[in-house]
């Protein structure tokens, strides 16, 4: 169960809206009792893990071509690796994607309804006998070649990343705890490994330090839960993963991040169920 002040909410209905618009979140921000906007520094460092991040956005599409590619030509057990390997970059990149881009987000890693983009693919090519999803392959290609596009062209501040890095730690302990996402490949670990790597580097390259100068106690809150969370999944297979506690404390993660919104000067996220 979450604890802290967050108790209760769930992040990613209220922080999808919030980032959806810039002006929703001003508004949100200025109704907050003696609420500040985001400092010079935080937003100078989510700019910076903006160009960071652009790197895993390259190693996507660069990938997806490659599986494409790899497909045309019938090569199933290559295609099989670059599939895997493709989605390193996705998962570490989902602390923004589903906030930020959340229509590429439907079509590129729909999860559990996977009736495209990647997991679409995953179905077919990792099933006995394999399948060749080559037109699955080229659409995928082709959305995530837009999704670099609008990605280029986005403002990273820490308003708009702060819901998503809480959104993010909520859903590992949530639902992907509780099976893992890609069963089909067996690789459903290696996302939630990916997830709390990209979950780590967002927070603490953006947000961390701000919150050290201004709340040193929370920040070590933060940290403590953070290293639990990347503890439990540091694991061989999926199967070792305690998943009634890596729940338990990854959702008390998400609380210490939304109290850490909090005091930043943020909205809360919203954990409050549709």
């Known amino acids: 169960m979450l604890t802290n002040e967050a108790m209760n909410r769930r992040p990613r209905q209220g922080w999808t809206m919030a980032v959806r618009s810039g002006s929703l979140a001003a508004i949100m921000l200025a109704l907050l009792p003696g609420a500040a906007f985001a400092s010079a520094d935080i937003d100078a460092a989510a700019a910076a893990y903006k160009q960071a991040a652009a790197a895993d956005i390259d190693q996507v599409v660069a990938g997806a071509e490659?599986?494409?590619?790899?497909?045309?030509?019938?090569?199933?057990?290559?295609?099989?690796?670059?599939?895997?390997?493709?989605?390193?970059?996705w998962e570490r990149s989902e602390t923004f994607t589903a906030t930020l881009f959340p229509d590429f987000d439907k079509t590129v890693d729909p999860w559990p309804d996977g009736k495209t983009g990647f997991h679409a693919i995953e179905a077919r090519l990792f099933a006995e006998p394999a399948g060749r999803p080559v037109d699955a392959a080229k659409a995928l290609v082709e959305q995530l070649r837009l999704f670099r596009a609008a990605f280029a062209k986005a403002d990273f501040t820490g308003a708009t990343l702060i819901g998503g890095v809480a959104a993010l730690a909520y859903e590992v302990g949530e639902s992907k705890s509780q099976g893992g996402e890609s069963r089909p490949s067996g690789t459903?670990?290696?996302?939630?490994?990916?997830?709390?790597?990209?979950?780590?580097?967002?927070?603490?390259?953006?947000?961390?330090?701000?919150?050290?100068?201004?709340?040193?106690?929370?920040?070590?809150?933060?940290e403590q839960d953070l290293a639990r969370v990347e503890q439990q999944v540091s694991v061989a297979m999926l199967a070792a993963v305690d998943q009634p506690l890596l729940e338990k404390t990854a959702e008390r993660l998400a609380g210490s991040i939304a109290d850490a919104a909090v005091s930043l000067g943020y909205p809360a996220p919203d954990f409050a169920a549709e």
């Open 188 to 222: 459903s670990l290696g996302d939630m490994q990916h997830n709390v790597e990209g979950l780590g580097r967002a927070w603490r390259s953006v947000f961390a330090p701000a919150l050290a100068a201004k709340d040193a106690r929370l920040a070590q809150r933060v």
């Open 66 to 89: 490659r599986l494409a590619a790899l497909l045309e030509k019938g090569d199933v057990a290559a295609a099989r690796r670059a599939w895997v390997a493709a989605r390193v970059g």
